[in-house]
T-cell receptor
């Protein structure tokens, strides 16, 4: 079945460091891919998405490129801030799962000043 | 503000008891989803309703049930509570129907259940 694997956390970085959170997926066909973010004490919110191969989703300085050849959708940011501290979830929606979101386990990001 | 409202925000109860969590979706959204988030942050899909009908079922225990009412609000009922049911319960809503869902869900702030 469809699945999403993301790197285990917590990931701890200093402010202004470069961020990569790895996400790989298994799915037949051409799923849509998403990153959601959960700030402390809040619900999840959509950060960015990509619906076809080679698409790049971007928002708030974060980017992720849909790589079908490596079945990956890694999240990157060039210079993180303390306010980026949150839990990040990678997810996919595919036709063979009736477009129900399949979630990764989440990666906790801690940014130190 | 996502537009999804959940009540209560916090709930403390004892083992064996029953509780009801309530969710009001964003205005105009017909789909409601319930998720359980455990302390280790994992997100478990429980159940989805669309316009009053159950659409998809995840890892929902038999002790749990849900429904969506004609005004589109939804309730999640948890009974015979056990210590392991302590978690954050999120409601989310979307405009679309499963099968055409583009994946964008709007989440409430959650109801934190503590079972003692």
């Amino acid at each position: 079945g469809d699945s999403v694997t993301q790197m285990e956390g917590p990931v701890t970085l200093s402010e202004e460091a470069f961020l990569t959170i790895n996400c790989t997926y298994t799915a037949t066909g051409y799923p849509s891919l998403f990153w959601y973010v959960q700030y402390p004490g809040e619900g999840l919110q959509l950060l960015l998405k990509a619906t076809k191969a080679d698409d790049k989703g971007s928002n708030k300085g974060f980017e992720a490129t849909y790589r079908k050849e490596t079945t990956s959708f890694h999240l990157e940011k060039g210079s993180v801030q303390v306010s980026d501290s949150a839990v990040y979830f990678c997810a996919l929606a595919a036709m063979d799962s009736n477009y129900q979101l399949i979630w990764g386990a989440g990666t906790k990001l801690i940014i130190k000043p | 503000d996502s537009g999804v409202t959940q009540t209560p925000k916090h709930l403390i109860t004892a083992t064996g008891q029953r509780v009801t969590l309530r969710c009001s979706p964003r205005s105009g959204d017909l789909s409601v989803y319930w998720y359980q988030q455990s302390l280790d942050q994992g997100l478990q899909f429980l159940i989805q309703y669309y316009n009053g009908e159950e659409r998809a079922k995840g890892n929902i225990l038999e002790r749990f049930s849900a429904q969506q009412f004609p005004d589109l609000h939804s309730e999640l009922n948890l009974s015979s509570l056990e210590l392991g049911d302590s978690a954050l319960y999120f409601c989310a809503s979307s405009a679309g129907l499963a099968g055409t869902n583009t994946g964008e869900l709007f989440f409430g702030e959650g109801s934190r259940l503590t079972v003692l």
